[in-house]
């Protein structure tokens, strides 16, 4: 006998289902039209390019489901449910295009492994499930925040998977178990629930299979209508998240480069974020999108500071939000009125006054270091960062809510080209004695340095540049620099919401390098690097910028150091601008081994990707928001843990924080900071 099935044995008005399948279809629809209308509230954002590359990132995310397997259980118990649920979606599915083609492909071979494969994902599924049940119940990490909808989704779940096997079990007691024991057993989730029915008289399983068939049918449609309005909906709003999230370097903030045109009112207003409608399209996406898993919340280093600030949280409060006061605006607009409606909740503010409560709290705006461990984590690229950034821009620009210290920032970069109040150094007195190369005194150079601010004003780092120089002079690099024409960037003024100050900073720089037919940019400090590299083409750069690892390591590699002796007991601490924004991990650690003995480089236990932020970003290195437990104590805690004796960085910022951090958690001077440059200098000099 050919091996198959009857597909509707027992059941007569099967074809009922598909009346079910209407109803929940109508229900996908109305929701899907739902959100989209309140996603068109948002502006305009480019994210229609490089389908190939879109392709790639979503299916190698969706079916190898890569960042949620950065938590192995977790993610490989949701590895499970999803192949799972995609086993038994195409399993009904072909019983679906067998009925509706009458052409009988379900039988031979073919019967045999279909049946084979459904069973066994659907029992791998349940084992997921019955996993992150446990997990949520009796586990319930820190990160994970239960609501009512993750039980009803895991819930149903795990019912329909059950209902299905109950309803194979009964048909192949009454029909296989008996008299085709070796087909049953192709079927192996099945033939284990056949068993408990196997005393059961064929009336009772026929009866009892009626009833549960029909009773899965009504489950399993009413899980497919609440797909779209509950959790599971992340898995169609997350897989367009993904498909449509940014491919280029990590963005911490969406341009407006036609913004300081002078003719242009509106400019300060759309440079500022007050309004949830304020936000892109695809910021309006990130909202739907959210797992509410908890991971970027885990990693986030102001929320184990302390601070009051859960990117979990905050992504969720605007999603609320949205829901509430989105459809009041859509419908104004499409009164043709483009003023909201009185008494919508604000966006933003302090809260605790009468009237309605704002979506976030100022205060939770500011604790953001946009260090971008949220976004590196989420399993579904929701941005977390531009929004916060967004929301700072219109409280500083637009209202001009912001500390003393934000305000003295500011000030310094407008009128002194340096976020350093009260610094009295100036950009020329750290080579005053090197006899360097100055694009200003006419010299010309392949490689232009660039030094920045903190690497040319204050005490500690100045000792970083010259140590650059040194080893850039020692591997033979034709270099010059700009000295007094060198200003800020921007990028602390940017970070804090001034955008005003960091155009103007961008504009007035890109002037001085056209000026001088810079091309190619060399610079130790990673906020630096990122602003030239990412975000000045904005604003119509065309230079090649690296980060001086790389290029010490490129010197290393061709020889061209003359390395004197090793150094031993080495750790490295990895910038959050050089590694998560720019992905560059390697080039540092490359010339930590060239320049120490075999085994004596140790790695911190939350490193490249996952590595702990300094603390320093988001500006506050001139900032301070006194939290429960300093970032950089953090870190350096984690460095005295590893029992290295030198801890290597390669960012100005994260030296001060180190410092800082050193001189409170390690008074008795255990372990040493130093940029990769300076021990790059002592494995030059063989000094002790």
Known sequence: MVPTREIYWNISGGSLIYVFAAIAGGLWAWQMWRRIRLWRLGGPQARADRWGARTKRLLVELFAQRRLLRDPLPGAAHLLVFYGFLAEFLATSQIAVQEWTGIQFLRGSYYLAYSLISDVFGLLAIVGLVYLLWRRAIVRPARLHSVLDDWIALGLLLLVFVQGFVVEGLRIAATELVQQPDLARWSPGGWLFAQVFSAMDEPALRSGHRFVWWFHAVTAFTFLGYFVYGKLAHVLYGAANVLLSDLGPSRLVHADVEALADTDPGALERLGTSRIDGFSWKGLLDLDACMNCGRCEEVCPAHQSGVPLSPRKLIRDLHDHLSAVGPALAASRAHGDPHPPPGLAPLYGVGGAEGPQPAVLEVELWGCRTCGACQQECPVFVEHVPKIVDMRRSLVMTEARMSDEVKQLLKSIDERTHPWVGASGDREQWFADLDLKVLGKGDRAEWLFWVGCTGAMIERNVKVTRAVAKVLRAGGVDFAVLGSEESCTGDPARRVGGEVTFQMCAKANLETLDRYGVKKIVTACPHC????????????????????????????????????RKLDSLTYHDPCYL????????????????????????????????????????????????????????????????????????????MQMFEEALSAVDPAGQVRALDIAEIVVEALEGAA
């Open 529 to 564: 690097f990122n602003t030239l590299k990412n975000e000045y083409p904005d604003f119509g750069a065309r230079f090649e910028v690296i980060h001086h690892s790389q290029l010490i390591a490129q010197l290393v590699r061709e020889g061209r150091l003359p390395l004197a």
């Open 579 to 654: 590694g998560r924004h720019n992905g560059i991990y390697e080039a540092p650690r490359d010339v930590l081994h060239a320049v120490s003995e075999d085994g004596a480089f140790t790695e911190l236990p939350r490193n490249r990707s996952r590595a702990l932020c300094c603390g320093s970003g988001g500006g506050y290195a001139f900032m301070d928001d006194k939290p429960e437990k300093r970032i950089n104590h953090m870190r350096v805690e984690e460095v005295k843990a590893s029992g290295a004796q030198t801890a290597a960085v390669s960012c100005p910022f994260c």
